[in-house]
């Protein structure tokens, strides 16, 4: 008796447990037929590298590692004496172009006065000519009267030519005509050192280096002291706003993936906290495609092994500032794929910024923007197509 009824709860107790397991199995069964999942993902974002324009001994630094830095925040700060020195040399030059103009203003104005002089000694010398060989004809004057006159007249017309023939040199050095609606000092010698002062100051505006964007200061290798060369890499700035995932799915879990298909994020570093996300594109070659030494296939013995595709992930909210995500952290990501209506070869930031047929600059954005379903920026938080999350001023 007590056999039976053993046997006939054990029944009821395996009933239930299959009814009770019924919809969580659906569930996971329909989790494996409309995701695909991998944890081969990691944080990434655009990092820079902060370096000097110019060579010069750094004399002052205003961050540390890991500090936080608002855009357009002075970094540091190189010995600016140098470069103050060719500005001033720069300045001096700007003036003697100037005044070298002004020689050559001066050498038309003498030149023009010259032609007036040969003009009228011209006028007098043909007049003595004409007098002297009326009387020659006449027998009233010599011969030696007559020659000289006819002398004065021949050096007149040089005088002239040689005047005219100086007016037209002091002329082209101006570099065009004399009398055009031009500046007067719109000429190439004083244009060159104006360009050259410029130069000097974009130099001197160079010893101080501010922040990009806002983010946080890492791997800073300047000091007060150091002498910098150009392009040398003194510290980064990760923009803790524009993270994103890039996710290495397998080749074989990508026949449905599209562009804005809906995605989830979990991070090792917080467990059991989702970010949700989208698909912003998929990268058109695998890894191994692009790496220092891609492999050969045609060359040996040749194993195929499955290959994997980075996938963009955006965020399509700002992260939780109690739940901040670095660069380079371990995730897992699971896609959605049960509308398989996106395209494949597309952005969702390009989208965004695509206006007319031109693209917005959207390097410096705030926050990456939101898929067509989710947030849209409003005109109180948006400016150009760019999104800026709610409370944050715009820095433009």
């Known amino acids: 008796m007590n056999s039976q009824l053993f046997r006939r709860g054990l029944l ?15 569930r996971l069964y329909r989790e494996f037929t409309t995701h695909v999942s991998t944890d081969d993902a990691y944080v990434d974002g655009t990092v820079a590298l902060v370096s000097s324009r110019v060579s010069g ?13 608002k855009e357009g925040q002075l970094l540091l700060k190189l010995d ?23 020689e050559m203003y001066s050498g038309v104005d003498a030149a023009t006065a010259g032609v007036r002089l040969a003009d009228s000694q011209l006028s007098q010398a043909k007049i003595d000519y004409e007098r002297a060989k009326t009387l020659k004809d006449q027998g009233v004057a010599s011969l030696e009267s007559f020659d000289q006159a006819q002398t ?6 040089a005088n002239k030519a040689l005047a005219a023939h100086q007016l037209a040199q002091a002329q082209a050095a101006l570099g065009h005509e004399v009398g055009k609606d031009h500046s007067r000092y719109a000429r190439p010698i004083v244009l060159q050192a104006e360009a050259a002062l410029e130069a000097a100051k974009l130099d001197l505006t160079y010893t101080q280096i501010y922040a990009p964007f806002d983010g946080i200061v890492t791997h800073k290798t300047v000091h007060v002291g150091h002498r910098v060369q150009v392009g040398e890499p003194l510290m980064a700035v990760v923009p803790v706003r524009r993270l994103y995932v890039t996710a290495n799915f397998k080749e074989t879990q990508l026949t449905d993936v599209r562009v ?17 996300g989208h698909v912003d594109s998929i990268s058109m070659g695998t890894g191994a495609a692009f790496s220092l030494l891609p492999p050969e296939n045609a060359t040996g013995n040749w194993v195929k092994v499955v290959q994997r595709v980075p996938v963009k992930i955006v965020f399509d909210q700002p992260v ?3 739940k901040p995500l670095r ?6 990501v699971s896609i959605n794929i049960s509308d398989t209506s996106g395209p494949l070869l597309s952005s969702t930031v390009q989208r965004m910024y695509e206006h007319g047929g031109s693209v917005t600059p959207n390097e410096s954005l705030k926050e990456e923007p939101m898929p067509g379903s989710a947030a849209q920026p409003s005109p109180q938080n948006s400016q150009h197509g760019q999104f800026l999350p709610q409370g944050e001023p715009n820095q433009h």
């Open 12 to 26: 009821v107790l395996v009933i239930v447990l299959i009814a009770a397991g019924i919809k969580p199995g659906l």
């Open 57 to 69: 001994t750094v004399i002052d630094v205003y961050v540390e590692d890991n500090w936080h830095v």
């Open 80 to 102: 600016p004496r140098d470069f103050e020195v060719r500005v001033a040399q720069a300045q001096a030059q700007l003036e003697r172009a100037r005044q070298a103009v002004d």
């Open 152 to 157: 004065a007249l021949k050096v007149a017309l």
């Open 260 to 276: 804005g298909q809906k995605a989830d994020v979990e991070a090792d570093i917080y467990p059991g906290y989702v970010y949700h």
């Open 320 to 322: 939780p500032q109690d």
């Open 327 to 332: 660069l380079g952290l371990s995730v897992e």
